[in-house]
């Protein structure tokens, strides 16, 4: 095994692993995260996602087994860091992280993504907050999604760490695709040999979700946290379904909570048919 690179002051590849979490283009120029976490980085393990290089702690008397043994998986970079400086990388002064991974992000496409007569896909149009993204895919991760897929060109970045870290996980374990427009999504939609029932969520469709048919393969759209479904995608969807609200609501769901509300009663509605 090769010897560790060894890490204590700010030096130029420290301020690599800065980039990837606070700067957009340049975290997808390089093409890989760090992730933090006993869960999160399981999953991706578990998961298949490449391990670029793992980052422990070198002021730590001593490490878990769960990190020593990630860090006997060989031909994997290795890179012992002090502790003050994992700190930055992991955000929390009081609770420095034994272990951070550098994952490459895979080259996913709307094209990789095929149907079938029990799918169900997600799709978060041109979401703003990554915290909530993050939460919306946790969620879709839950309710057993086949995909999440993301539209609008400057919608938030799933591998932003605010949205890694919301995900708890989740973000390694479902297929999540960007896309650059509500149209391209509903074309490869209705290429596909099992099409799926496209419905829109918003306060004023004219029926309830629950009277919508979402027993086959369907795509569940969650708008905007402010703004809601773009024009594109009012147009575009079979169907737009409210989620019903109490008269009294000062305020309607957020994104995240709307879109678990509705893919729990897709759920619901596959295990009545199951019964």
Known sequence: MAKPLRVSVR????QQWETLLHNRTKRHRAGSILV???????????????????????DRPRLSDWARGLLATPDIEQAAV????????????????????????PQRRLA????????????A???????NLGTLIRSADAFGVDAVIIT????ADPYDPKAVRAST???????????????????????????????????RGERALS???????????????TAGMSKSWFELVDATARIPMSPKAASSLNAANAGSVALYEAVRQRTLGEA
Do not use: C
Not at 152 to 155: E, I
């Open 152 to 155: 609008g060109r400057n919608a």
């Open 36 to 58: 933090q976490g006993v869960r999160p980085i399981s999953i991706a393990v578990e998961h298949g996602w490449k391990v670029e290089a793992f980052l422990y702690d070198t």
């Open 11 to 14: 030096n130029s590849r420290f």
């Open 169 to 203: 996980g989740s973000l390694f374990a479902i297929p999540v695709v960007n896309a650059a427009s509500a149209h391209e999504v509903a074309e490869w939609a209705r290429k596909q040999p099992d099409q799926p029932l496209i419905v829109g969520t918003d306060e």
């Open 82 to 105: 002090a502790g003050p400086l994992m700190a930055e990388l992991g955000g929390k002064d009081e609770d420095v992280p034994e272990l951070l991974a550098q994952v490459a992000i």
């Open 211 to 225: 009277e919508h048919d979402l027993g086959g393969p369907a795509l569940i759209v969650v708008g905007n946290e």
């Open 112 to 123: 990789d993504l095929a149907t079938g007569p029990d799918w169900l896909g997600l799709v």
């Open 125 to 131: 149009d041109r979401p703003t907050s990554p915290g």
